[in-house]
C-alpha cells in the first residue's frame, strides 16, 4: 500500500511554545489530506481538511487559530498548534487519500504524540 | 446521519480461531467501506477497500464483505495469530471528503 509518514512520532514542549507536525505521502500525491485528533480510548474525530493550494476547511469546533494547517505541496501537509496549551496535549494523526475522491483508499501517517508541560 | 456501530467491542480468542468481526452503518448510499487496523499509539494501517459495487475483498488471512442493503460489513479473519492482537476499525465516507468510523473492536489473541 501507498505510504504516509508522520513527524515527529512524538514531542513534549512547554505551554506557550508552537508546534509543527509534518505529514508527507511519500510514493503518491494528495490533494487532499486529513487531520485527525483522537483522545484516548477513543475513535479518531477529524479535526480538518487540509487542501493543496487553498485554505483548509475546519470542523465544528476547530479553532482555526489554534489549529494552522498548510497543504503547501501535493506531499505535503503542515499542522502548527500554535501557543500550546496542557489541554492541547493529545494524539495527531494525519490521512491522505489514494484516488479519486469517491473511489479512492485513505492511508493514514504513523502518529504524532503531544505532550504539552 | 451516518451511524457507524461495530460489534462486539471486544474479543478474545485462542490462536488459531477463525473469527468475525461485525461493521454496520445506516446508509446505504456509500461509496466504499474500508477497514483499518491500529495498533496501541500507532496510526491506521489500511487493511481492505471494498468499493460499492463489490460484494468481498480478501488480502491474505483477510476478507471483507459488504451488503450494502442490509448496511452492514464483515471481517473476518482466519487462522488468527498473537500478531492480530489490535483495534479494527471500519470507516465509511460520507461525502468526498469526510468519514464516519465506528468506535472499533478490541481484538486480543491469546498465543
Known amino acids: 500500500g501507498a505510504v504516509v509518514s508522520q513527524h515527529p512520532s512524538w514531542v513534549i514542549c512547554k505551554s506557550g511554545t508552537s508546534v509543527k507536525i509534518e505529514c508527507r505521502s511519500l510514493?503518491?500525491?494528495?490533494?487532499?489530506m486529513f487531520w485527525y485528533r483522537q483522545f484516548p480510548k477513543q475513535s479518531l474525530m477529524l479535526m480538518a481538511t487540509?487542501?493543496?493550494?487553498?485554505?483548509?476547511?475546519?470542523e465544528q469546533g476547530v479553532e482555526k487559530d489554534k489549529f494552522l494547517i498548510n497543504h503547501a505541496s501535493l506531499t505535503l501537509s503542515t499542522l502548527t498548534v500554535t501557543s500550546a496549551h496542557p489541554e492541547d496535549s493529545s494524539f495527531y494523526i494525519c490521512s491522505a487519500r489514494l484516488g479519486r475522491a469517491d473511489t479512492g483508499e485513505l492511508f493514514f501517517g504513523e502518529g504524532s504524540r503531544l505532550t504539552v508541560l | 446521519k451516518q451511524e457507524v456501530t461495530q460489534i462486539p467491542a471486544a474479543l478474545s480468542v485462542p490462536e488459531g480461531e477463525n473469527l468475525v468481526l461485525n461493521c454496520s452503518f445506516t446508509?446505504?448510499?456509500?461509496?466504499?467501506l474500508q477497514w483499518f487496523r491500529q495498533d496501541p499509539g500507532k496510526g491506521l494501517t489500511s487493511l481492505l477497500l471494498?468499493?460499492?459495487?463489490?460484494r468481498e475483498q480478501t488480502s491474505g488471512r483477510l476478507n471483507a464483505s459488504l451488503d450494502k442493503s442490509s448496511g452492514r460489513s464483515t471481517l473476518y479473519i482466519a487462522a488468527s495469530q498473537p500478531g492480530d492482537s489490535a483495534t479494527y476499525l471500519c470507516?465509511?465516507?460520507?461525502?468526498?471528503?469526510?468519514?464516519?468510523f465506528g468506535s472499533g473492536t478490541k481484538l486480543n489473541v491469546k498465543p
Open positions: 471494498i468499493q460499492s459495487s463489490q
Open positions: 487540509s487542501n493543496e493550494g487553498s485554505k483548509a476547511t475546519y
Open positions: 510514493d503518491f500525491q494528495a490533494t487532499t
Open positions: 470507516a465509511v465516507p460520507r461525502n468526498f471528503n469526510k468519514f464516519y
Open positions: 446508509d446505504s448510499a456509500i461509496y466504499n
